[in-house]
């Protein structure tokens, strides 16, 4: 079966099956924060277990203190970010802190002679 549930017998039946993604389905709403934006062209939706749901047709990013971190899209039947499970991963400070200030301690690497 393609995504949208058609069954592919042969190619001149089914000369473009859905490739698409499943819907994502996040556990939670995704919560607001300073220097966070989370943006869709569509509003995802928020079904009525309270989880966020974003469709395959819809392409969002998340911004960090107007640093572009990651666009979450459906491309050839997987989800470009497909690390996401919960509302609470789409972060920017408040989560994964490595001080329990929220700031996350990164490491530099530089090249020798550089």
């Known amino acids: 079966q393609d ?12 000369p473009t099956p859905g490739c698409g993604c499943k819907d994502l389905v996040l556990t939670g709403v995704v919560q607001e924060e300073n220097g966070k ?8 939706e928020v079904n009525a277990e309270g989880n966020t ?3 395959d047709d819809n392409t969002c990013f ?6 572009q971190v990651w666009d979450l899209y459906c ?4 989800w470009s970010e497909a690390f996401l499970e919960s509302a609470s991963d789409i972060y920017c400070h408040t989560q994964g802190s490595t001080d329990g200030a929220g700031s996350v301690t990164i490491s530099t690497y530089w090249p020798p002679g550089k």
């Open 3 to 14: 995504t949208t549930g058609t069954v592919i017998e042969n190619a001149s039946d089914n």
């Open 37 to 44: 934006v989370f943006q869709c062209e569509t509003t995802p």
């Open 53 to 55: 749901v974003i469709k």
């Open 62 to 67: 998340l911004t960090c203190d107007s640093v």
């Open 75 to 78: 491309s050839m039947g997987q």
